[in-house]
């Protein structure tokens, strides 16, 4: 069944991946992301095969710009009823050195940002008496991680937010999970690695117990999964889909 499904963070990595995979599904697809040119052309590789895909310059992190998005997308698609939420940052830093100024953006952009976006599709997927909601978060919340007090905490952060939204919509036939990722090879993975942050991709992926980096698929086919009628019974769950990195 088509449904309309919004994906945040939508012109890269794993968002970019779950939005090829909604297209796929037969969904209507809207992509948030903060790259304006990104956004565009992610827009215009999933409209090439005929699907109807909106592309909207979003920063989850401005309130008001959030709003005005998914007012364009219930005005251009109709109302929402799939909702990832992929859009994040990360940053590698020690703790005692981390800036106020680091630590607020963190939580405004992964933590906050995902709240926003949640609340603001809520009164939808309440009017239909249906909904679904898939965060991402992090197996950094889980295990903890060297230099990322910030992040960690973020994703922390989601992991509770996921919990408590299941509770509180399930009557409501709302579904709310989250993956936490570990291992992903992504632009931003890349980034890091070139930044020197971490070893690398093709370093670490070998001691994954599968052997192998995660790939933007791999998390988007969990997301398909949950966000389909298959994952009805399935609510404030971790679903963790990192390869066995964590256990």
Same mark, same amino acid.
């Given at each position: ?6 994906? *945040? ?14 297209? %796929? ?9 903060? &790259?304006?040119?990104?956004? %565009? ?22 309130? +008001? ?10 005005? %251009? ?26 630590? &607020? ?6 933590? *906050? ?9 809520? =009164? &939808? ?9 898939? *965060? ?9 991680? +060297? ?33 936490? =990722?570990?291992?992903? &090879? ?6 890091? %690695? ?54």
């Amino acid at each position: 069944m088509s449904r309309i499904a919004v994906v *945040t963070g939508g012109a890269s990595g794993i968002g970019l991946g779950v939005a090829r995979q909604f297209v %796929e599904d037969g969904h209507k697809v809207a992509i948030f992301d903060r &790259d304006g040119a990104a956004t %565009e052309a992610a827009a215009k590789e999933l409209r090439s095969g005929g699907a109807t895909v909106l592309g909207l310059e979003v920063d989850v992190a401005d309130r +008001p710009a959030v709003v005005a998005a998914f007012a364009q997308v219930r005005s %251009e698609l109709g109302p929402v009823e799939i909702l990832v939420t992929s859009a994040g940052i990360e940053r590698f830093t020690p703790t005692i050195e981390i800036s106020d100024e680091e630590w &607020d953006q963190m939580i405004a952009i992964n933590l *906050t940002g995902t709240f926003v976006c949640a609340k603001a599709v809520i =009164p &939808d997927m309440m009017s239909a008496g249906w909904g679904r909601i898939v *965060t991402i978060s992090s197996q950094s919340a889980q295990s903890g991680a +060297p230099n990322m007090a910030h992040y960690a905490s973020s994703k922390g952060g989601v992991i509770a937010l996921t919990k408590s939204l299941a509770v509180d919509l399930a009557r409501s036939g709302i579904t709310v999970n989250t993956i936490p =990722p570990s291992l992903v &090879d992504t632009p931003m993975a890349r980034r890091a %690695e070139a930044d020197g942050d971490f070893p690398g991709v093709d370093v670490i992926g070998p001691m994954v117990p599968l052997g192998r980096a995660g790939t933007p698929a791999d998390i988007a086919a969990a997301c398909s999964f949950l966000c389909g009628e298959s994952g009805s019974y399935i609510t404030g769950q971790l679903i963790g889909v990192n390869g066995g990195m964590y256990m």
